[in-house]
């Protein structure tokens, strides 16, 4: 994501790179994964 858009979205895991390497995105979903598991609940 572009800095600054997270103003308009709300963003939980910023993925540096462009594009990002597949490490970089496995690395940002495992960090989501945990996030989740810590909050025990998804906020709509």
């Avoid at 994501?1 to 895991?13: A, L």
């Avoid at 940002?28 to 709509?44: D, H």
């Amino acid at each position: 994501v572009v800095r600054g858009c997270d103003r308009i979205v709300p963003v939980d895991i910023y993925v540096p790179g462009c594009p990002p390497t597949a490490e970089a995105l496995l690395f940002g979903i495992i960090q989501l994964q945990s996030k989740i598991r810590r909050t025990n609940t998804i906020a709509r």
